[in-house]
T-cell receptor, first 113, second 110 residues
Framework: SAVISQKPSRDICQRGTSLTIQCQVDSQVTMMFWYRQQPGQSLTLIATANQGSEATYESGFVIDKFPISRPNLTFSTLTVSNMSPEDSSIYLC??????????FGQGTRLTVV | RKEVEQDPGPFNVPEGATVAFNCTYSNSASQSFFWYRQDCRKEPKLLMSVYSSGNEDGRFTAQLNRASQYISLLIRDSKLSDSATYLCVVNTGGSYIPTFGRGTSLIVHP
C-alpha cells in the first residue's frame, strides 16, 4: 500500500486568488489523479497527473484553471486558479499502480469567500 | 448511461442485519474492481478488492459477475460502525483510470 500526505487539509481563500495543493507519496506510483468531491456527491475526476509531461484533463476541466505538476513519481501539485465560490469543494489526490487499488490523500477542504 | 452505477440508498438497517449492495458497470473490458468505504468528511479507503472467484474478509463478501457486469458487496452481522458510504470502483483497460460510482449510503441503527 501507499501512504499519501496531502496538504493543506483545509483553507479559506478570497475569490480571485489561487491555492496550490500538494500530495506526497511514500513510494513511487505509476498513476496519480486529482478529484473533486462536492458534499453528498461522488468523486469527479479532474485530471490524470503525468510524470514529466502535461496532465490529461477530463471534460469540463482546463489547464488554465487547474494547472497540475508532477515532477517525479512521488509528488504532484494541483493549483486552483482565480478562485470563485463555485470552486468550494473537497479536493482529493490519489495514487497507485495500474490496475491495482488507489490510495487517497486526506483531502483538502476548500472554501472560497 | 453512466459507466459505474450504484443505488445511492440510504440503506437503513438494524444492527445484526445482512445487507447487500450491487454495482453495475458498462464497459465489458473492465479489468479491476474494488469496494471503498468513505466516512463523512474523510477520504475514501480501500475496503476490499473484488476477484473473479469472489473473496471474503470477515463479515464482508465481494462477488464479481462478468456476464451480467456487476459486482456486489455483502455485509453480514452489521455493526453501528459499518455506517458509511460504500463506493464501487472499476478500472478499465486502456485508460487505467479508476472510475467511481456515486456511492451507496448505509446507516446501521441500534
Amino acid at each position: 500500500s501507499a501512504v499519501i500526505s496531502q496538504k493543506p487539509s483545509r483553507d479559506i481563500c478570497q475569490r480571485g486568488t489561487s491555492l496550490t495543493i500538494q500530495c506526497q507519496v511514500d513510494s513511487q506510483v505509476t498513476m496519480m489523479f486529482w478529484y473533486r468531491q462536492q458534499p453528498g456527491q461522488s468523486l469527479t475526476l479532474i485530471a490524470t497527473a503525468n510524470q514529466g509531461s502535461e496532465a490529461t484533463y477530463e471534460s469540463g476541466f482546463v489547464i488554465d484553471k487547474f494547472p497540475i505538476s508532477r515532477p517525479n513519481l512521488t509528488f504532484s501539485t494541483l493549483t486552483v486558479s482565480n478562485m470563485s465560490p463555485e470552486d468550494s469543494s473537497i479536493y482529493l489526490c490519489s495514487g497507485g499502480q495500474q490496475f491495482t487499488e488507489a490510495f487517497f490523500g486526506q483531502g483538502t477542504r476548500l472554501t472560497v469567500v | 448511461r453512466k459507466e459505474v452505477e450504484q443505488d445511492p440508498g440510504p440503506f437503513n438497517v438494524p444492527e445484526g442485519a445482512t445487507v447487500a449492495f450491487n454495482c453495475t458497470y458498462s464497459n465489458s473490458a473492465s479489468q479491476s474492481f474494488f469496494w471503498y468505504r468513505q466516512d463523512c468528511r474523510k477520504e475514501p479507503k480501500l475496503l476490499m478488492s473484488v476477484y473473479s472467484s469472489g473473496n471474503e474478509d470477515g463479515r464482508f463478501t465481494a462477488q464479481l459477475n462478468r456476464a451480467s457486469q456487476y459486482i456486489s458487496l455483502l455485509i453480514r452481522d452489521s455493526k453501528l460502525s459499518d455506517s458509511a458510504t460504500y463506493l464501487c470502483v472499476v478500472n478499465t483497460g486502456g485508460s487505467y483510470i479508476p472510475t467511481f460510482g456515486r456511492g451507496t449510503s448505509l446507516i446501521v441503527h441500534p
